[in-house]
């Protein structure tokens, strides 16, 4: 999740949130660890919903 916060520009508490909130889940989540995986595919939907829900 780290990586893809960096990447995307998005603040890895927002990828929490936004998981909470059912904006953008990860492609994958580890069943014991919750490790969240993201792909490349997600930058695209990260940073429009990045752009519309920054103040």
Do not use: C, E, K
Request: no cysteine; charged share 10%; hydrophobic share 40%.
């Amino acid at each position: 999740m780290s990586a893809f916060a960096q990447r995307s520009g998005v603040s890895p508490h927002a990828l929490r949130h936004w998981l909470q909130q059912g904006i953008l889940l990860p492609a994958t989540m580890g069943a014991n660890t919750g490790y969240r995986v993201y792909t490349p595919d997600q930058f695209g939907q990260a940073r429009p919903v990045h752009s519309l829900l920054s103040p």
